[in-house]
């Protein structure tokens, strides 16, 4: 398998990127990432990691229109680019094949 290997972080921004279809930006996605796995996240974390993946070639950026809310000021958008929507396929086929061998390993015993 040829691909760019991610960080877990790095793979939990482009999630969270991904799930946002191209209205991601760092605030809202320091926020989205908070909230679904209860970490502190800091947003120069969240900046950086969206440097790398955009280096990597698996986010696109673009500025947005300003807006009252932020003092006329721009934001960055964020997309993910097929590049990064193939890579997280191959992550989750990963997993699935390892989580698939587990199957039995991790059932309850009766009576706990």
Do not use: D
């Amino acid at each position: 398998m040829n691909r760019t290997y991610l960080g877990e972080f790095e793979e939990i921004v482009l999630l969270s990127v991904a799930v946002m279809h191209g209205q991601a930006y760092g605030v809202m996605l320091m926020h989205e990432i908070i909230e679904q796995t209860g970490r502190a996240v800091k947003l120069n974390q969240v900046h950086s990691a969206l440097q790398r993946l955009e280096e990597k070639g698996m986010v696109k950026s673009e500025v947005g229109g300003a807006t009252a809310e932020r003092g006329g000021r721009r934001k960055r958008l964020y997309t993910i680019t097929a590049y990064g929507e193939r890579t997280l396929q191959q992550i989750q086929e990963i997993r699935e094949s390892f989580w698939s061998k587990l199957a039995n390993a991790f059932k309850p015993a009766i009576g706990l």
